[in-house]
């Protein structure tokens, strides 16, 4: 979708003013600020939420309304005059409680943009935080600076040690790719570039403390074996759990609120 890249964009740069807010006051960490980040994201979009959950719950409070009215005109499909009256009675439901026909779609439509924006905002990360992204430039050698591009068949080295064959010109591909890398692909790099070993340590231990929250590199897929990465699917089973009960006592509600208004 062409509207995703811009909306992207736009969340990647306030991401980055606040990653560099963090790092200022020495609190430089990826997850942190993507915390931070998405709380706030969460906040912005919450009167959508709001009101997408009020309209959804207003049209069950309206759905026996409009069933009886489509069993008073079941069978006339054909009498034209029948349905003009079924739509006059309908759409006379929806203004008495106030609902758009399309109002739940239209909150679908402008937060789908944002959440797909978002998940492609944190499935790059380098490109969007401009203080991890030159650190892979360092390496890379593609802001000016000498790194391993400047030696001859880099790319090959790069794909065998990856074990895909990678755009490494290509600057979004390149640091994503480095993004990915294991330990040992890092450990082989180094020793396929020992001119620039130095350089690469230094810069990949500026990365590592910046991805790293709870022991967890936040760059890394930690696999299914016991690793405290797993900690997290279950803190975030244990919110949603949370969230779901705390959703299910606000619906309830908000189904009587709805209802002493309309009686």
């Not at 069950?60 to 029948?82: H, L, R, W």
């Amino acid at each position: 979708m062409s509207i995703i890249k811009p909306i992207a964009q736009l969340l990647g740069y306030i991401l980055d003013i606040l990653f560099m807010g963090l790092n200022a006051i020495g609190i430089g960490n990826i997850a942190i600020a993507i915390i931070i980040f998405t709380l706030l994201v969460k906040m912005l979009m919450l009167p959508l939420q709001i009101k997408q959950q009020k309209m959804t719950k207003l049209q069950s409070v309206m759905n026996p309304e409009i069933k009886a009215i489509q069993e008073k005109y079941k069978g006339k499909n054909s009498d034209t005059v029948a349905m003009q009256k079924m739509q006059a009675e309908t759409k006379a439901v929806y203004e008495k409680y106030g609902v758009s026909q399309w109002g739940s779609c239209v909150q679908l439509l402008i937060q789908m943009p944002i959440l797909f924006a978002l998940y492609r905002v944190f499935q790059q990360i380098p490109l969007y935080i401009s203080q991890i992204k030159v650190l892979f430039l360092n390496i890379l050698g593609l802001n000016g600076a000498d790194g391993i591009s400047s030696v001859s068949g880099y790319a090959d080295t790069l794909n065998e040690i990856y074990g895909k064959t990678v755009d490494w010109s290509n600057t979004s591909t390149a640091v994503t790719t480095l993004n990915s890398f294991t330990a040992d692909q890092w450990t082989k790099l180094k020793e396929a570039f020992p001119a620039f070993s130095d350089m690469i340590t230094q810069n990949l231990d500026k990365i590592n403390h910046m991805n790293t929250f709870l022991g967890v590199n936040m760059s890394q897929n930690p696999g299914f074996g016991l690793h405290i990465a797993i900690l997290i699917p279950i803190l975030a089973g244990v919110t949603q759990l949370y969230l779901l009960r705390f959703h299910r006592l606000a619906w309830s509600s908000l189904t009587v609120i709805i209802q002493q208004q309309h009686l």
